[in-house]
């Protein structure tokens, strides 16, 4: 099992090392005014490619623990998964979604500006819960080393 794993990730990194190249290439051969003008197409791939390997990441994440754990563990993982779509929900319904004045052509939907609303407030709710944890954890270790 641990070999097909390796020659994946193996793969997997080959693919990205390969669109990146691509993507370098590309822009390289480009001209200024192309480049500030979008053309390129492998930019579209490479975020994509990203966000699949990020997407499949976040499934594996979410399901390894239910084939290579306990019952602890499963509910372990059960827990982190209602806490993380508690805190969606949460950024979801502090999102306005109000429009911003920017000179954005096309201009963007209700919708993208909620969903843009919702991942700067949870990227805010984690930085704090990140800097409340690391400060509670060095108070918890000056305590316990008294």
Known sequence: MSKIIKYISYALLVISAIFIVIFYVQIG??????????????????LNWAIILLVVCAICAVIMPFFFS????????????????????????????????????????????????????????????????ILSGSVINIIKNR
């Open 70 to 133: 306990t019952g602890k563990g499963i509910k372990n993982t059960l827990i982190k998964v209602a806490v993380i779509v508690v805190l969606f929900g949460i950024s979801y319904l502090l999102a306005s979604g109000a429009p911003v004045e920017a000179n954005v052509n096309p201009a963007p939907t209700f919708a993208e500006l909620k969903w843009t609303d919702t991942g700067l407030i949870l990227t805010c709710i984690l930085f704090v819960g990140a800097v409340l944890a």
């Open 29 to 46: 051969s480009m001209t200024q005014a192309e480049i500030e003008s979008g053309a390129s197409t492998m930019l579209s791939v490479v």
